[in-house]
Nanobody, 127 residues
Framework: QLQLVESGGGLVQPGGSLRLSCAAS????????IGWFRQAPGKEREGVSC????????SYADSVKGRFTISRDNAKNTVYLQMNSLKPEDTALYYC????????????????????WGQGTQVTVSS
């Protein structure tokens, strides 16, 4: 079965950190750009951070620049999102997606189709 599985979400206090993982099964991520997206209740899905298939190019939403870091380990077929200095407004359901051949800019464009989506992992930032 070809799928992406996210993990690492949870409840954290403001200022805390979490690391999300996106693991692929049934296929290799080597030639796929990967993106992290989030959707809060009542809001549209937004692109948070994306990384090229090589890992050499990354992009971040303005709201997370300097706080979040995306990385990938192709040997482990996994992409990570390190989230530091978390704020209550980061609370959302976080999804990862994979797309073959997209640039990071296109990958983070929520209007572009993706090949695979995960089921999401909940991140709640609250005291």
């Amino acid at each position: 079965q070809l799928q992406l599985v996210e993990s690492g979400g949870g409840l954290v206090q403001p200022g805390g950190s979490l690391r999300l993982s996106c693991a692929a099964s049934g296929f290799t991520l080597d030639y796929y750009a990967i993106g992290w997206f989030r959707q809060a209740p009542g809001k549209e899905r937004e692109g948070v951070s994306c990384i090229s298939y090589s890992g050499r190019s990354t992009s971040y939403a303005d709201s997370v620049k300097g706080r979040f870091t995306i990385s990938r380990d192709n040997a482990k077929n996994t992409v990570y999102l390190q989230m530091n200095s978390l704020k209550p407004e980061d609370t959302a359901l976080y999804y990862c997606a994979a797309a073959y051949g997209l640039t990071v800019q296109s990958m983070c464009d929520t209007g572009r189709g993706k090949d695979y989506w995960g089921q999401g992992t909940q991140v709640t930032v609250s005291s």
